[in-house]
């Protein structure tokens, strides 16, 4: 019922104007119906939901956004990389990629979802770009909802990443150490690794506080980055925090 629900649906809902946004045009119209779909439409028409798009999406856009960052920074750890793609995983940048795609309003919810703003709200829209990700995927290939992608966000992508880097990453990290620990990281360079017209660093920060000793390293082009490297890589380790 579900599918014949959605193929019928196509001749009643004009999706071309998201079609025009998106600069692809879907052979199946109902699996683009279905990535538009929030769960509070589907339940009071009886057709499929964006959910299990929502699902694929989300390890398709890993995959796009993991090979995007190791290709721009060719030259970061894995540590730099995560925080870099998490950046762009995150409920915020898929809320700001909906809007810049118009999609809350074409997106297909419920009467009562609707009269509660339901258009405006971060977590159906974002849900909603990682579905309609998996519906190009499925109906263009990986390669195409790679491309669209990359091309429609990519202004998005490149501020988020340039953002991302010049965030204080080392004065974060001293806050919340001073915070739980009552201490101030260390920092010191453990390794200088090629020529000395191509070097790289490897700096690593330490925390000391009573029996909590944790480490962690970081690389860069100098050792300014190197050492904001290492903090990324800190903050993303799950630390016991002492009250003070």
């Not at 589907?42 to 699902?55: D, I, M, Y």
């Not at 898929?94 to 009269?115: D, H, M, P, T, V």
């Not at 190009?136 to 909802?145: E, V």
Request: hydrophobic share 40%; proline share 2%; with cysteine.
């Amino acid at each position: 019922m579900g599918a014949s629900f959605l193929r019928n649906m196509s001749h009643e809902v004009d999706v071309s104007g998201f079609e025009e946004l998106l600069g692809y045009t879907f052979k199946n119209k109902g699996l683009l119906l279905e990535a538009l779909s929030h769960s509070s439409y589907s339940n009071e028409r009886g057709c499929p939901s964006n959910e299990r798009l929502e699902f694929l999406g989300d390890a398709v856009l890993h995959l796009i956004l993991t090979e995007h960052v190791m290709q721009l920074y060719p030259e970061a750890d894995e540590g730099v990389l995560s925080f870099l793609r998490s950046c762009t995983e995150s409920e915020e940048f898929l809320y700001k990629a909906a809007q810049s795609l118009n999609i809350g309003g074409f997106i297909l919810l419920g009467n009562g979802e609707e009269r509660n703003g339901g258009r405006g709200k971060k977590t159906i829209l974002a849900d909603a770009v990682e579905a309609v990700i998996a519906a190009l995927s499925i109906d263009g290939g990986f390669s195409m909802a790679k491309n669209v992608l990359l091309s429609k966000f990519n202004p998005l992508l490149t501020q988020t990443y340039k953002t991302a880097l010049h965030s204080d990453s080392k004065s974060e990290l001293q806050q919340l150490t001073q915070q739980y620990y009552n201490c101030l990281p260390t920092y010191s360079i453990i390794e200088e690794i090629g020529l000395d017209h191509d070097k790289t660093f490897v700096a690593e920060v330490k925390i000391v506080a009573d029996e909590l000793v944790v480490s962690a390293q970081g690389s860069g082009k100098n050792k300014k980055s190197a050492e904001k490297a290492a903090a990324i890589n800190m903050l993303k380790k799950t630390l016991p925090r002492n009250s003070g």
